[in-house]
């Protein structure tokens, strides 16, 4: 006997990673939806994929949003789909280039002992995280964290947040509060999508 939770584990987390039951019979019925069939004796399940447009809200250039150990967090992208996404960046300049060198000084020695088991160095954007954020809009919307991603090579200083829920239909001003523990506060209102381009 399958339930939900079952099937979306074994659609969306990779074979082995736990116990998912075993492939039933898939058929595309048309474009997004699936019938999913585990013969289970009394459900089959409908699943349906949809596309949801990314929506860049307009911003000019990058904005300053704060500063930690020396370096400046720059605002570069905010995104609107079924969630909200946020993208910081550090600076281009001399403080940035310097703790990239240090950085990749210490991974290159971490490369050489990796086998012993010692953890990777942090990556730059670590200490971005130390940069709080508020998300809010001109109708009240109660938006929560629900992921983050930061680092990776060539992308050292990038970090990326996700909020949830999408802003509603009704409302027309999304507003970021940034706090960095060097930095003055940064406030940035942004206007949102029409309604009929927006998706819930």
Known sequence: ?????????ALFRPPGSESVPRAGSVDRLDNGTFHVDYHDSDHVYLVTVRQVPR???????PVLVGRVAGVRAELVQVSVANHIEVRLDAE??????????HYLASYQQWEERAEHGAPPPPWPAE????????VSDDVGTPYRLISGQLGGMGTEW?????????????ARRLTLDF?????APAK????????ETKTS
């Open 158 to 170: 990038a970090l990326h947040w996700g909020f949830r829920p999408p802003p509603p239909a009704t």
């Open 179 to 183: 706090t960095s523990p060097d930095g």
């Open 1 to 9: 006997m399958t339930d939900l939770e079952d099937v979306i584990r």
């Open 55 to 61: 929506i860049r809200l307009p911003l000019a250039r």
């Open 127 to 134: 200490q971005f995280k130390r940069i709080s954020l508020a």
């Open 188 to 195: 940035i209102d942004l206007p949102l999508p029409h309604a």
């Open 92 to 101: 281009p300049g001399p403080p940035r280039e310097t703790a990239l060198r």
